[in-house]
């Protein structure tokens, strides 16, 4: 896999260099400040770019605002957004209509090198990635007559680890559950949102966004 990097503190963005190319993902460009990601990916767009969403020059979300500027300008190429802090508005507005190739992610999950390897790996492949911090708050939370309200407890656990960008053999490590089970319960979850024909995945990102909306 071949990633770009926008990240101003220069230690951690070279130990972030360093993982991905130990876990032989490619850093074609390492950079400080949203203006040289967008100059980077316009010369040559890389599979995934990773920002960080506070960038220089205001420190406030340049690298939010610069995905959002990729998304528009390059849609092919996947984003995944770093934050020290989960704020739900900002992976809503990144996640926009179609987080098809979308992740936002928590810094402190990068520590786990699976975690982000995967994470890239499914937002390469057309995937949402949300953070679980994100996403625990939310279960359990369905406004009366929402969306989410049509589903059973263990459905909108199901739906939960599929907005974490969890494929079902992996829902199915996480919830001791048999395949046929996560299968039978991923497709009553598109049933009673009452999404349209389609894949599956463009379905399951579906999924994801009607649970972030609720």
């Known amino acids: 896999m071949r990633v770009m990097l ?48 506070r960038m220089p020059p205001g420190f406030r979300l340049e ?21 020290h802090h989960i704020e739900a508005q900002h992976a809503v507005r990144l996640l926009g209509d179609d987080p098809r190739g979308v992740g936002y992610l928590l810094k402190d999950r990068i520590a786990e090198l699976s975690e982000l390897t ?33 589903l059973s407890e263990r459905e909108l656990e199901v739906l939960g680890l599929m907005a974490e960008g969890r494929s079902n053999q992996a829902i199915c490590r996480s919830l001791s559950l048999s395949p046929k089970t996560v299968e039978t319960h991923v497709r009553s979850i598109f049933r009673r949102l009452r999404l349209p024909d389609s894949s599956d995945d463009h379905r399951r990102v579906l999924a994801v966004l009607s649970y972030l909306r609720s």
């Open 63 to 83: 690298g939010l605002d610069a995905a959002l500027r990729i998304r528009a300008e390059r849609p092919e190429v996947g984003l995944l957004v770093l934050s």
């Open 6 to 53: 926008a990240e101003d503190g220069a230690i951690f963005r070279q130990g972030l260099t360093r993982l991905l190319e130990d876990a032989g993902v490619a850093v074609a460009a390492a950079v400080g400040d949203a203006p040289a990601i967008l100059a980077a990916v316009r010369a040559d767009p890389p599979e995934v770019a990773i920002l960080d969403v």
């Open 118 to 150: 995967g994470a890239l790996a499914r937002i390469a492949a057309g995937g949402a990635v949300v953070d679980p911090a994100l996403v625990a708050p939310l279960v359990g939370r369905r406004r009366p007559g929402g969306p989410l309200a049509r």
